[in-house]
């Protein structure tokens, strides 16, 4: 991670801090750590924090014997460590610089250590500080939009790859365990299922085939959908595959600055209810993308946050028709200054893969 990128970051939410009326931020290890301050641990029963103060250097606590590592991940200089002997929660209450204030809370963090760290510092109130991280969050520099493009660039081959290997007998844990990142493999009626898994069913000729996958190769993610046909799809197929298109076309088209995301959800859905499968769309159009695979904002009835140029989402209406089939399409978009721009390209029309 860019070590002026994470200075520019702590400095913003040194900022946004003073803003939301918080004292002292207070983040353990998660993704939002990573973001803030470059520092990739796993979440442990021994604690590692950044106490950022709104008017004061950030604060990282750590193991001792983590300290090489921590220096070489952060900007950070002032580092503090603590023996397995000593209490860190106790040495991390000394940094908050006061007997009492309001301390934001990263919002993954565990709830047993908010409640070591307030037990050795009761006059401070904790608050969530979720609001603070997805705002900085959702608009993202054209150094994170480069790295979800080559993350993209990356799933479009292994989906090449995947398409390629289908034959009669092959099973959907087959082609998933081939695939690399994550992914769900669905053929036949197993794909009416949402959020199904990959199982042992095998591959028969004239079958809806459905892959979903998501993978952060570089640290951020791509999450695509494609659906086709092994064989020569039905009529019925081809209607729900050309509605799902144009519903996914309609969310991105009225993707733009100002625009409520619960307005992009509505766009895609009205095509779907309009065709006659409204009760078969089950989910909301989709959601953001970055160091997480799902985070703010979300495409979704009732969000009334107003997109901004460099936001990202998903697209990704699907139609669901129980012991048939499924479809849905999926591709990440980012908000342009006029619109939205696809980082992903588009499935152009329906492709059937030869039996």
Not at 204 to 216: C, G, M, P, T
Not at 319 to 334: A, S
């Given at each position: 991670m860019d070590?002026?990128?994470?200075?520019?970051?702590?400095?913003?939410?040194?900022?946004?801090?003073?803003?939301?009326?918080?004292?002292?931020?207070?983040v353990t290890p998660s993704t939002n750590l990573f973001y803030l301050a470059g520092i990739s641990f796993h979440r442990s029963e021994r604690l590692t924090a950044v106490l950022l103060p709104k008017d004061g250097d950030p604060v990282l606590i750590t193991p001792a014997f983590e300290e090489t590592h921590a220096r070489a991940m952060t900007p950070i200089g002032r580092v503090v460590t603590w023996q397995?002997?000593?209490?860190?929660?106790?040495?991390?209450?000394?940094?908050?610089?006061?007997?009492?204030?309001?301390l934001s809370i990263e919002p993954s963090t565990a709830y047993d250590d908010v409640e070591k760290l307030l037990a050795n510092a009761p006059g401070w109130s904790p608050r969530s500080g979720a609001d603070l991280f997805a705002a900085m969050r959702m608009v993202k520099s054209s150094t994170e939009l480069d790295a979800m493009r080559r993350a993209i660039a990356t799933g479009l081959g292994r989906f090449q790859k995947a398409f390629a290997s289908l034959a009669p007998g092959i099973r959907e844990a087959d082609v998933s365990s081939a695939f690399g990142g994550a992914n769900v493999v669905q053929f036949g009626p197993s794909a009416a299922v949402p959020h199904g898994?990959?199982?042992?069913?095998?591959?028969?000729?004239?079958?809806?085939?459905?892959?979903?996958?998501?993978?952060?190769?570089?640290?951020?993610?791509?999450?695509?959908?494609?659906?086709?046909?092994?064989?020569t799809p039905t009529d019925e197929y081809r209607r729900v595959w050309e509605v799902v298109h144009e519903a996914q076309g309609a969310g991105i088209d009225a993707?733009?600055?100002?625009?409520?995301?619960?307005?992009?959800?509505?766009?895609?859905?009205?095509?779907?209810?309009?065709?006659?499968?409204?009760?078969?769309?089950?989910h909301r159009l989709g959601h953001g993308l970055g160091i997480d695979v799902h985070e703010p904002p979300y495409m979704v009835s009732g969000n009334d946050?107003?997109?901004?140029?460099?936001?990202?989402?998903?697209?990704?209406?699907?139609?669901?028709?129980?012991?048939?089939?499924?479809?849905?399409?999926?591709?990440?978009?980012?908000?342009?200054?006029?619109?939205?721009?696809?980082?992903?390209p588009r499935p152009t029309k329906l492709e059937p893969i030869s039996a």
């Open positions: 070590r002026k990128a994470l200075e520019e970051r702590l400095a913003r939410a040194r900022r946004k801090l003073s803003e939301s009326g918080a004292d002292v931020l207070f397995e002997t000593e209490d860190p929660f106790r040495k991390a209450a000394s940094f908050l610089g006061a007997t009492r204030g309001v898994e990959a199982s042992q069913r095998a591959l028969s000729k004239n079958e809806a085939v459905l892959i979903d996958a998501w993978d952060n190769p570089e640290g951020y993610f791509y999450d695509i959908t494609r659906s086709t046909f092994f064989g993707a733009k600055p100002g625009v409520r995301c619960a307005d992009v959800d509505a766009a895609a859905r009205a095509v779907i209810e309009k065709a006659g499968y409204g009760e078969y769309f089950t946050i107003r997109l901004e140029p460099g936001m990202t989402f998903t697209s990704e209406p699907g139609i669901y028709l129980p012991g048939k089939f499924g479809v849905r399409i999926e591709d990440d978009v980012v908000v342009t200054a006029t619109g939205a721009e696809t980082l992903s």
